[in-house]
């Protein structure tokens, strides 16, 4: 599920799989082919107008599309017309964010490698107990029914691997904050996903790692099918279905840590990390796209913002893991192999106390996160420690 924010209201989307019939599943395929057509017809149009000095509007190419649709591709009445209108203005807002310097320039659709998908607008569907009504197909059968009451706006049908699944769009009020006054520092990596401050720990699975021989196997498999014969597609769709299994496992545990967090925390201090350069590492470049970090703090902010509450990102420089969180002193050669954080501050309360270094740099996060919103002066001073290294930090 995703969400957005638009000026007082909320557009949260619900992913709902499909069953559809043989019959159903090739108008979707058709409806997906004519919108991708529509796409590459107007960006040829634009490029070609563009280069010979005229000013091209997606309005424009829609009219000139519309002149010749009925003549020269009849077949794209065969579905929904959604699937020839939507496009257009797809197009539009693509040159629009790409004039803002915020998108890269619209390129052609493939068959092969774009993802097959089709728009519906709020008033060209309807919506049943466990089903979906489409034009010029019917109802269609869905997993489950849409767990969101608000406005429907729209809705989209994509296809992943071998199975077809709607996004329906639904705006709704935003949710009334509560205020949640518990704060928590996390500290994530490879060895484990996130280490919090109060100690809880969370596994990194590494699902791409556990599946990584199969994947070998199957596409190894794939790459020594004769191309364009029903062997390579058969391989083609085994390859497609394990990369789909990858992905959802993945998103199952980001989806119910997040919400875990946001539920029950008002603040969140967590490193900033400059996850492009991470993943420049040729050696652990998969390793960091395996964990999916930046998912997490996509989804940890967006959770916790609209629960009201704030993310803090620490500076990625900040010396969290060879810092003592009692005292502050630091550790200065210290390596990557050293697990266990030990203080040689004589004057500490922690000295030579042994402690983890991921749970100890979390509690430098929480610290320095707190410092910065302005919660205590100073990373150490202004909090306390309980009996077991923990920061107590009273917000109320």
Same mark, same amino acid.
């Given at each position: 599920m995703r969400q957005k924010k638009e000026q007082n209201r909320m557009i949260r989307a619900h992913k709902i799989r499909l069953h559809p019939t043989a019959k159903q599943a090739v108008y979707f395929a058709k409806a997906a082919g004519t919108a991708r057509f529509v796409w590459n017809w107007a960006l040829a149009?634009?490029?070609q107008q563009y280069e010979a000095g005229e000013k091209p509007t997606v309005y424009k190419l829609k009219k000139q599309f519309n002149e010749i649709r009925r003549e020269q591709f009849p077949w794209t009445w065969e579905v929904t017309k959604n699937a020839s209108d939507q496009p257009f203005l797809e197009l539009g807002r693509a040159f629009a964010a790409f004039f803002e310097g915020r998108a890269h320039r619209p390129r052609f659709k493939s068959k092969k490698r774009s993802r097959p998908s089709f728009y519906l607008a709020n008033d060209q569907f309807e919506l049943g107990d466990h089903r979906i009504w489409v034009?010029?197909?019917g109802w269609v059968n869905m997993a489950e029914k849409v767990h969101f009451v608000g406005k429907i706006t729209g809705a989209r049908i994509t296809k992943t691997a071998d199975w077809w699944f709607v996004s329906i769009q639904v705006e709704m009020p935003d949710p009334l904050s509560v205020k949640r006054p518990a704060a928590i520092g996390i500290d994530v990596g490879l060895n484990r996903l996130a280490t919090l401050s109060t100690g809880e720990e969370v596994e990194n699975q590494a699902f791409l790692k556990t599946a990584l021989k199969k994947l070998r196997q199957a596409n190894k498999r794939l790459h020594r099918r004769k191309p364009g014969s029903k062997n390579r597609e058969k391989a083609r769709r085994q390859v497609a279905r394990l990369h789909y299994r990858i992905i959802s496992l993945r998103d199952d545990v980001l989806h119910k840590l997040?919400? &875990?967090?946001a539920n029950c925390y008002g603040i969140i201090g967590i490193e900033d990390l400059n996850l492009k350069g991470l993943l420049k590492n040729r050696t652990l470049a998969r390793s960091f796209s395996d964990a999916a970090l930046g998912k997490l703090l996509s989804l940890l902010t967006t959770k916790v913002e609209q629960r009201g509450g704030q993310v803090i990102k620490v500076d990625r420089f900040f010396a969290s893991s060879k810092t003592c969180h009692g005292c502050g002193w630091k550790w200065e050669d210290m390596q990557l192999s050293d697990r266990v954080f030990l203080c040689q501050n004589a004057h500490c309360a922690y000295y030579q106390f042994s402690q983890e270094r991921d749970h100890n740099a979390a509690l430098n996060i929480l610290g320095e996160a707190l410092?910065?919103?302005?919660?205590?002066?100073?990373?150490?001073?202004?909090?306390?420690?309980?009996?077991? &290294?923990?920061l107590a930090v009273d917000l109320t």
């Open positions: 149009e634009w490029n034009p010029k197909l997040t919400t &875990g967090l410092r910065l919103i302005g919660l205590i002066d100073q990373v150490v001073s202004g909090t306390g420690s309980d009996e077991d &290294g923990n």
